[in-house]
Nanobody, 120 residues
Framework: QVQLVESGGGLVQPGGSLRLSCAVSGSIFSINAMGWDRQAPGKQRELVATITSGGFTNYADSVTGRFTIFRDNANGTVYLQMNLLKPEDTAVYYC??????????????WGQGTQVTVSS
């Protein structure tokens, strides 16, 4: 059983900052890529950012320069630092982890989602 526990969402004014975190626990041999997606009301889920096990990052154009993804491999945690937030960043944010289980193979799991609302 693998669990992803997200935290850090909330209400923030435009121009403000939030940091999301996602802690991974359970029967994991190793973690490959980690990332964040988001889904706004009435819109499709979209990729926000990813980070590989080697630390290479990728961002959606809409968040480049404002968001930073980083990970703590020792603690199995991925973070999303969000600065200069805009109302259009309002969405439910989901973390995603690509991992290996010893003797069982490669899997992908999602967190439960955390709400981010940017409004004055």
């Amino acid at each position: 059983q693998v669990q992803l526990v997200e935290s850090g969402g909330g209400l923030v004014q435009p121009g403000g900052s939030l940091r999301l975190s996602c802690a991974v626990s359970g029967s994991i041999f190793s973690i490959n890529a980690m990332g964040w997606d988001r889904q706004a009301p009435g819109k499709q889920r979209e990729l926000v950012a990813t980070i590989t096990s080697g630390g290479f990052t990728n961002y959606a154009d809409s968040v480049t320069g404002r968001f930073t993804i980083f990970r703590d491999n020792a603690n199995g945690t991925v973070y999303l630092q969000m600065n200069l937030l805009k109302p259009e960043d309002t969405a439910v944010y989901y973390c995603n982890v690509d991992y290996n289980q010893y003797g069982r193979g490669r899997f992908n799991s999602w967190g439960q989602g955390t709400q981010v609302t940017v409004s004055s």
